[in-house]
């Protein structure tokens, strides 16, 4: 898939935490984000855990908003049901670029478990695996 400049995700601004999708297949997803000083995750120019997080979750939202069939209609809306072994080795700043890649490790039905990275200047800052589990709109 080329790089898209639409992102299809249930959130809205100001809560959007991907900028670009990059690619979606094959099991894996990757994002960029430009963290920007008036982020509602940022505090004190720090972008803070709860961001990270939101942007790991968001960016694999990205890659199944991105799936065919489903262009042209709302993304499912997700809800994380767990998050284990989340390792920060740095907190970007505004003003950073993060690039975040979702690797789908698991899924059955609506729920997958997937290893969330991001990366800032091609280095691991942040990694953790997620429990995502899809609402299905009826």
Request: aromatic share 6%.
């Amino acid at each position: 898939m080329a790089p898209s400049e639409k992102i299809n995700i249930p959130q809205k601004p100001p809560m959007v935490m991907v900028d670009k999708l990059i690619t979606a297949a094959h099991g894996i997803v990757e994002a960029s984000f430009l963290i920007k000083e008036d982020n509602v995750f940022c505090d004190h120019g720090l972008f803070t855990e709860a961001g990270l997080v939101e942007n790991m979750a968001q960016t694999a939202a990205a890659g199944v908003g991105s799936k065919p069939g489903i262009e042209g209609k709302e993304p499912p809306v997700g809800f994380i049901g767990g998050i284990r072994n989340l390792k920060i080795l740095q907190f970007p700043v505004a003003g950073d670029e993060l690039f975040t890649r979702i690797t789908v490790e698991h899924e059955v039905l609506d729920a997958s478990v997937v290893l969330g990275e991001v990366f800032l200047n091609n280095k691991l800052i942040t990694s953790c695996q997620l429990k995502i589990f899809l609402m299905r709109r009826r």
